[in-house]
C-alpha cells in the first residue's frame, strides 16, 4: 500500500469518527418562540409522586438592558447573565439548596436561549437586545449545566453550571 493511501484512510478515519462524535452529543433544539410572559409552568417530578420539581416563573419578555452585577434582594439571589456567540458572561453559579433564584438573561449578539432542564428552566429563545428573566427554586443539591439549544451552541462551548450547596 502507498503512503498516500495509508494517509487518506487516516484521515477519512478521523472524519467518520469526528462526524460520529457530533452525531452523538448533538444537543436537542427548542423552538419555543411564542410569547411568555408572567407564565408559571410546573415541572413534574420524575419519581411519579406528583410533586412539582420546580416551578419556573418567566416574568418578563423584552426588557432592553439588564445590570451586570449579581445582587440579592428581599430573599431572592439574582444573577444577570448575557450570552453571545457561543458564551455566557457566567460560567458558573452558586446557591444554596432551598434559595430562590432569578436570572435575567440578556442576548447581546445572535440569536440564543438559557436552559436548565432539571429546574424546568427555558428562557425560549430571543434575538439580541432582548431579555427574560426566570425564577425557580433550588429545591435539588449537585451540579446542574445550564445552555444555549439553538443549533451547536452547546456543543461549542455555550454553557456553565449550576452549583447547589
Known amino acids: 500500500m502507498s503512503k498516500n493511501k495509508i494517509l487518506i484512510s487516516i484521515v477519512v478515519v478521523i472524519l467518520i469518527l469526528v462526524g460520529g462524535y457530533y452525531l452523538i452529543n448533538k444537543p436537542s433544539v ?28 418567566v416574568v418578563d419578555e423584552n426588557t432592553e438592558t439588564a445590570p451586570a452585577e ?19 458572561s457566567l460560567k458558573e453559579i452558586k446557591v444554596k439548596t432551598g434559595d430562590k433564584v432569578k436570572i435575567t438573561f440578556t442576548n447581546n449578539e445572535g440569536f440564543h436561549d438559557f436552559i ?33 439549544s439553538v443549533g451547536q451552541h452547546r456543543a461549542n462551548g455555550m454553557f456553565g453550571k449550576l452549583i447547589v450547596e
Open 70 to 88: 449579581v445582587e440579592a434582594t428581599s430573599g431572592v439571589k439574582e444573577f444577570n447573565v448575557t450570552g453571545k456567540n457561543f458564551e455566557f
Open 30 to 57: 427548542s423552538n419555543n418562540s411564542g410569547d411568555v410572559a408572567n407564565t408559571s409552568l410546573a415541572v413534574p417530578a420524575p419519581d411519579g409522586s406528583g410533586s412539582p420539581v420546580a416551578e419556573m416563573i
Open 116 to 148: 436548565l432542564d432539571e429546574f424546568g428552566v427555558n428562557t425560549g429563545q430571543i434575538t439580541a437586545g432582548q431579555s427574560r428573566t426566570v425564577e425557580f427554586t433550588a429545591n435539588q443539591t449537585g451540579t446542574f449545566e445550564y445552555y444555549c
